[in-house]
């Protein structure tokens, strides 16, 4: 089994390019995905997360908005929640390897190389697209969140850092360069 980590900041393309490696027949874990299920009602986080955060708790899940706006006024616990979330997210990443029968796995891990997460991969891949194109993106998503976008951006490792560190970049300006790049990546691998 070959694990290919995949990384890049919001807006990039890491969505599109996930689901062009799965339709090529590969497994895809999703971190986000993740945590969400973490997050939601009866998930392994709740219980934990609600005793640092109370009023995180809405309805038996954890609210991510609210969380969100917790951590703006007590940004000195986030290194708590990472301590609750990460071990969780990566039991989860583990046991879908052990369970999948694909030769090719992708990791989608916004953070791979700030978790590094990066270290448990055979490759890495960046996705890459003009700060124009990212911004239209994020634009089109969710209009009026552009403080949220920003915020986010700015906990992350620049783009450009992501990509040195990665084996492979993708340039995601269309639908059709991301499936070649990512048929030409699988051929290598699997050659």
Request: hydrophobic share 35%; proline share 3%.
């Amino acid at each position: 089994m070959i694990k290919i980590g995949l990384t890049g900041s919001v807006g990039m393309g890491k969505t599109t390019t996930a689901k062009v490696f799965e339709k090529l027949g590969c497994d895809v874990w999703d971190a986000d995905k993740t945590v969400h299920k973490l997050y939601s009602k009866g998930g392994k986080a709740v219980v934990e997360v609600a005793k640092l955060f109370p009023s995180s708790v809405e309805a038996g899940s954890i609210s991510r908005s609210r969380l969100k706006a917790l951590l703006k006024n007590e940004p000195e616990n986030l290194k708590e929640l990472e301590e609750i979330v990460h071990p969780l997210i990566l039991e989860d990443r583990q046991n879908f390897q052990k369970h999948t029968s694909s030769d090719v796995v992708v990791f989608d891990i916004p953070l791979l190389f700030e978790t590094g997460a990066d270290k448990e991969m055979d490759k890495t891949v960046c996705v890459f697209t003009s700060t124009k194109n990212q911004m239209e993106r994020l634009k089109n998503r969710n209009k009026g969140h552009d403080d949220y976008y920003k915020e986010l951006m700015s906990k992350q490792m620049p783009s450009n850092e992501k990509c040195d560190l990665a084996d492979y970049v993708i340039e995601t300006t269309s639908h059709t360069a991301v499936e070649k790049q990512v048929i030409e990546i699988l051929d290598m691998l699997r050659a």
